[in-house]
């Protein structure tokens, strides 16, 4: 609303209070005066009545043709006659009609004003609504209205707060690029001496004692490992890792990923449980979803003793799948439990054969894909990790 229009309702305010207060005045005003010449008509006819008592019925008889109506009044002669102040025929009639006429014009004028300041309001608030749900949807726009009214200093809050959260999201923008470029960068500079020690290796097994031949083979599977994450990771920063997205029914999905840890759940004489609850689907990338499990699982493995059994579960609710995932270990340390999905992050018992980074991928694949996933410590022992994929 600009300063014209609030001026027009602070006009219109105030006159419908105004005759509102001048109907009100007029009214009571008039009731009054009817009394009093009621009181003062009735001491009259009192007085002359005590007088001259022959002229009680002369004045009945001259009160009788005023045309005058019975009704309960005040306890004077004239109420023994029948008679109230209102009874009284005087040319007020015409007041209480203004009276009730300038009364419905403030009335009107009053409810007017509410309801156009109430207008205006609206407008305004549901222009600032309109703004935000631009913002919030993506697209961009300055606020045009710029009148000053009650909403000019919210307006002006709500501008400088998106203005400063476009900053903030180019400068994390900037940030994230610059970080998965890096990672790109440092994934590529792996390359080329990983492949050079591969060369060298075969070329030097023929000389060389298996034990170190193998050793030599180990650590450069493990630059493999992390040169293949640093690029995947750099893809997901950049956002140009694209998820082909299926219904893919669960039993599926963790029979899958565990047939693929054949050899280490063999090697480390570990079993494995997954219990066929019937189809239960979740619409997930296939492939990249099975390697953010066999992740989970790999990290069960590495904790388990032989022996000992990777128990698997999933159920289905109207919000979303579930699937859990534990093994029956000492579980993890209180201390590791808020890092555990960082990246190149490695708890106290971590063994040397990772890097730290398969959870943080296991993490990223599933948030890309609407789940959320969380690890906790089981009451009874071990260490579980719990997947979300919800259904909108």
Known sequence: MSKKSDGRITVMFVLSVSFITAAAITLLLTVYYRYECFQILGGFCEKMIQEYPDSRQYIFEQLKTQDFYVANGNKTVLSTFGYHPSSLDMADTIVFWMAGFVFLTGSILFLFSFWYSHRKSSVRIQTLTNYLEKINSGGQGLLLDTSEDEFSRLQDEIYKTVTTLYQTRDAALAARNDFAENLSNIAHQLKTPITSMSLSVQMAEEYMGNLHVHEIKR???????????????????????????????????????????????????????????????????????????????????????????????????????????????????????????????????????????????????IERQDGIIRACNLSEGGACFEIRFYSH
Not at 292 to 303: F, G, R
Not at 338 to 351: D, M, S
């Open 219 to 365: 650590q450069i599977e493990r630059l493999t490992y992390l040169e293949e994450a640093l690029l995947l990771l750099s893809r997901m920063d950049a956002g140009t890792l694209i998820f082909d997205r299926k219904p893919t029914d669960v039993f599926t999905l963790l029979t899958l990923a565990s047939d693929n840890l054949y050899e280490l759940f063999k090697q480390k004489s570990i079993w494995i449980e997954i219990p066929e609850n019937g189809e239960i689907n979740i619409t997930v990338d296939l492939d990249w979803t099975m390697e953010a499990i066999i992740n989970l699982m790999k990290n069960c493995i590495e904790a388990s003793e032989s022996g000992t059994t990777i128990h698997c579960s999933y159920e289905q609710n109207p919000l979303y799948v579930q699937i859990r995932i534990w093994d029956e270990g000492r579980g993890f340390e209180k201390e590791d439990l808020p890092h555990l999905f960082e990246r190149f992050y490695r708890g106290k018992r971590a063994k040397d054969t990772g890097v730290g980074i398969g959870l943080s991928l296991s993490k990223a694949i």
